[in-house]
Structures are given as C-alpha cells and as structure tokens.
C-alpha cells in the first residue's frame, strides 16, 4: 500500500462542506469518487480538518493509500481530469507509512475576509460585486481596522479558547482520535489584520482549531470593529470559557483553509 498527500484547492459554495454526506456533494465524498474512477479501488480520503458548508480552501491536505501502483504525476493528472473545476489538485506526493493528513499535521493557517464597502453609517459605500460575494463577508458595519487589530492581539498566545467554540456534531469520535480536542486550549501563533485588495484580511495560524472557533472569534472582533466591544474584553470573554460570552459566528463564506503545515 502506498500512503498518499494531496494538496487541495477548492471552493466550497457548492458542496456540503468536507465530511461525507449521504446524497449531498460534499468535498471528501467527490474526491473519493474521482479516487475511485481512476484507480477502480474504493477508500476514503481524510482531510486535515472537516471544513463547514461554504468555508473554502487554498491548501486542503488529504491523505489516503492505494494499492495500484500508478506513478504521482499521473495520479495528478488524472485526478484533476476526473473532478469538477471546483476541486483542483495542487500537489501529489508519496509518503512513508505512518503518515495522516490530520494527526499528522503541526499548525494551520486561516484568513477570513470582509468585504468593507459601507464606508459611513446611514449613507451608501460601495457594491459588492457578484462576483465576489460568495467569498467576502459583506459586513454592513462600518469598521475600524485598528480596533480589530487591536482584539486580535488578545488571542496569540495559548488559551483556553472554549468561548469561541460551537457545539462539536463529532467530538466523541475527534476526542478518540486525538485525546488533544477533549480541551478548548490551542495556541495562536499568528493574528493579525491587514488591508487587502479592498479588503479586510484576517490571518491566523494555530496549533489547532475549535469547531467555528475561527468564525465565531470573527464576529466577536467584527462587534469590536464597529465599536460595540472594546479590545480589552477579548481576554474577558476568554476567562469565561462560555459561548454566549463571546460574539455572533460569522458567515462561512468568508473563511479559507490557507495551510496545513507537517
């Protein structure tokens, strides 16, 4: 059996998130079908992390092993021929036994981006396109960069981030995989903002991730952004380990996975 990693890029407007779903698209389920289609053998795929319907990626990793024998250039090729445009393959390598995209894997990257067209309250800032609606947060809020630089800081650091974490639909079996996600402590090594192509770009790297622990520490600095909030109450909300203390979760649509370092 040979173990291999695949680096993914895809948008996730039309699938129903990562994780396999029976009869919705979903990213696993359509890699596992191009997997099937080129090499006849059925497995399946697993990713570094289960991305939510919407959220996008820029450098998924997945890793799964086969048996055919078939050389990774091909296994590229092919694989890109056999899935929508919507999933491309970025990068094929063979790995040595013992490898998993997920337990594997040492610290993520995300970025989060808003959309900041409205520039002052009550009067009319600029369109979101179309065609850059279904990967922006198009916030109605006018906000202040600095302020949401100024929250950001309050999470580097390890914490116990149980406040910005939703309820998990697969804890028990992440809890058994790895005993790590039994507690809400990560450590955030990167969070910072900065002014993108008109946008707001939100960068984090981490040794792990909540279920919408990004989305939901979004929404809290976007309330700080816009003046509901003051940066200081970031390491208040912390201390509570308390969901309803913490900000609203903002739309999936502005997430991507940017990488997954081993």
């Given at each position: 059996m040979q173990i291999w990693k695949i680096t993914?890029?895809?948008d996730g407007t039309p699938f129903h998130g990562w994780q396999i779903q029976?009869?919705?698209?979903?990213?696993?389920?359509?890699?596992?079908?191009?997997?099937?289609?080129?090499?006849?053998?059925?497995?399946?795929?697993?990713?570094?992390?289960?991305?939510?319907t919407g959220v996008h990626a820029l450098g998924q990793v997945a890793s799964f092993a086969l048996e055919?024998?078939?050389p990774g250039e091909n296994l590229h090729r092919a694989l890109n021929r056999a899935l929508p445009t919507?999933?491309?393959v970025l990068a094929v390598e063979a790995m040595t036994e013992g490898f998993h995209a997920r337990h594997s894997a040492v610290r993520k990257s995300y970025e989060y981006r808003i959309f900041h067209g409205l520039v002052k309250r009550g009067q009319m800032g600029i369109i979101c396109?179309?065609?850059?609606?279904?990967y922006v947060w198009d916030c109605p809020l006018p906000l202040d960069l600095t302020l949401l630089q100024e929250a950001a800081t309050h999470v580097l650091g390890t914490h116990d981030f149980t406040s910005f974490a939703a309820s998990d639909p697969d804890r028990a079996t992440r809890e058994a995989e790895v005993p790590v996600y039994a507690t809400g402590v990560r450590r955030i090594d990167r969070s910072c903002w900065q002014e993108r192509d008109?946008?707001?770009?939100?960068?984090?790297?981490?040794s792990?991730?909540?279920?919408?622990?990004?989305?939901?520490?979004?929404?809290?600095?976007?309330?700080?952004g816009a003046g509901r909030l003051s940066p200081d109450s970031i390491p208040g909300i912390l201390a509570a380990r308390s969901r309803s203390a913490a900000g609203p979760t903002a739309p999936a649509r502005g997430l991507f996975l940017v990488e997954v370092e081993y």
């Open positions: 993914l890029s895809y029976p009869g919705l698209a979903t990213v696993q389920g359509t890699l596992a079908a191009a997997i099937r289609h080129v090499t006849g053998e059925t497995v399946l795929p697993q990713g570094s992390g289960r991305t939510d055919c024998g078939i919507s999933i491309r396109s179309p065609m850059l609606a279904p008109g946008l707001y770009v939100y960068s984090v790297t981490g792990g991730f909540l279920h919408h622990m990004v989305r939901n520490m979004m929404g809290t600095f976007v309330e700080v």
